[in-house]
């Protein structure tokens, strides 16, 4: 059974720094990796995804990672701005007999601090 | 707009009783899934459903019911067997094709038992 691990499971740093979020994950058999955003009370909004193929994608100051063979994924977010505060969920793409499915990480609670 | 629409987005629900959650997308995706989030925690895959008429138990189905009679809708009832419903509940959509498959999610519906 696939099983997602956040590390850190919090974060706190000062406006401006770089950082790391990862992600890893047990069963390599994957077809995809996203990273969501997730607000207080709100759902998810997909920030990056990366095909099992694919080494890393970037959009804006975020650029995620993908090896596989090793079951990692990072996410890297440059010149972190108190916007950015929000929880970071990882999400690994398999297949079953019965089609496709998402399996979660507990997500990394990120506080940007002005 | 495309998207993925959930409702109602608070639901309160008294003991023994059966409560339906909707999830509506026209995204004109085949693929839908239900999920739960407990405070703190990551999410956990309810059913999904890849083609109309069609779904399966993800892992923790009990106490859950679904259908899918229309492509666009995967409405979730939450029966008076799940002894702890009160969470935050996730509608997600996808394609269902093994090269993109990226997945988005409606706004959620918060779900207090009283």
């Known amino acids: 059974k696939q099983e997602v691990t956040q590390i850190p499971a919090a974060l706190s740093v000062p406006e401006g720094e770089n950082l790391v979020l990862n992600c890893s994950f047990t069963d390599s058999a994957i077809y995809n990796l996203q990273w969501f955003r997730q607000d207080p009370g709100k759902g998810l909004t997909s920030l990056l995804l990366?095909?099992?193929?694919?080494r890393e994608q970037t959009s804006g100051r975020l650029n995620a990672s993908l090896d596989k063979s090793s079951g990692r994924s990072t996410l890297y977010i440059a010149a972190s701005q108190p916007g950015d505060s929000a929880t970071y969920l990882c999400?690994?793409?398999?297949?079953?007999?019965?089609?496709?499915?998402?399996?979660f990480g507990e997500g990394t609670q990120l506080t940007v601090n002005p | 707009d495309g998207g993925i629409t959930q409702s109602p987005k608070y639901l309160f629900r008294k003991e023994g009783q059966n409560v339906t959650l909707s999830c509506e997308q026209n995204?004109?995706?085949?693929?839908m899934y239900w999920y739960r989030q407990d405070p703190g925690q990551g999410l956990r895959l309810i059913y999904y459903?890849?083609?109309?008429?069609?779904?399966q138990k993800g892992d923790i189905a009990e106490g859950y019911s679904v259908s899918r009679e229309k492509k666009e809708s995967f409405p979730l009832t939450v029966t008076s067997a799940q002894k702890n419903p009160t969470a935050f509940y996730l509608c997600?959509?996808?394609?269902?094709?093994?090269?993109?498959?990226?997945?988005?999610f409606g706004q959620g519906t918060r779900l207090t038992v009283v």
């Open positions: 459903s890849q083609i109309v008429n069609d779904f």
């Open positions: 999400a690994v793409g398999s297949w079953e007999t019965s089609g496709s499915r998402l399996t």
């Open positions: 995204l004109n995706h085949d693929a």
């Open positions: 990366i095909q099992s193929s694919q």
């Open positions: 997600a959509s996808s394609v269902r094709q093994r090269s993109n498959t990226e997945a988005f």
